[in-house]
């Protein structure tokens, strides 16, 4: 949080707002103290029961999302890193996408990191009927969580997870809201080493990729 403080700040003289969404069933309990200590001048929600995620079908964190003044989608989803600190974990560079938001605001739709309509089409694919099905389940898995059922919610986190394998926000917060090896056989670790060299999200379109180091 204190880096994307700091590029409000130089950003913000400009029309460009921030509008950080933490995405936890635990809700303020777990997600406010750090959202508290960090004092950002942005606007900071929390999300306890992943309406975000489903409605934009994110499936890792941090996410980006660009919206114009009017309200339209002009960049979908991608990776949105404000700094270098877990590159070696992930290999993502977050210096091309704070240039292209920099851009952004200052040339607004003139800007070349500005998706057309081709391309905004070409990347809003209609959802897959199983990520829905594995949304319903999450839903229920969560439920049953904050009503205090938590041995019973693990079968719908597992089934959510097997629908939507692509989605690392379903396994996190499962494996988060109980004892991941005893309950899921595996641990965050354990699945990113299964990655062997993919890629932990997926490809980003911008222009400038991989101009800096």
Known sequence: MP?????????????????SIA?????????GPPITAAKAEYTVLIDDTHLVTRLYDMVNVPTGVWINEKG???????????????KGMHGVDAAPYLDALRDWAEKGDKS??????????????PQNPDHALASAEFALAEYLYATGNGADAIPHFKEAQRLNPESWNYKRQAWALSNAQKD?????????????????????????EGKKN
């Open 3 to 19: 880096g994307w403080q700091k590029l409000y700040s130089e950003l913000k003289s400009k029309n460009f707002e921030i509008i």
């Open 184 to 208: 899921y056989g595996t641990t965050f670790g354990d699945e990113v080493k299964k990655l062997n060299g993919k890629p932990y999200y997926a490809p980003r379109a911008l222009p400038n």
């Open 23 to 31: 995405e936890d069933t635990g809700g303020v309990k777990d997600a």
């Open 72 to 86: 339209k989608i002009v960049r979908p989803n991608e990776v949105a890193y404000v700094d270098n600190r877990f």
């Open 112 to 125: 070349s990191f500005v998706m057309s309509a081709d391309e905004m089409r070409a990347r809003l694919k």
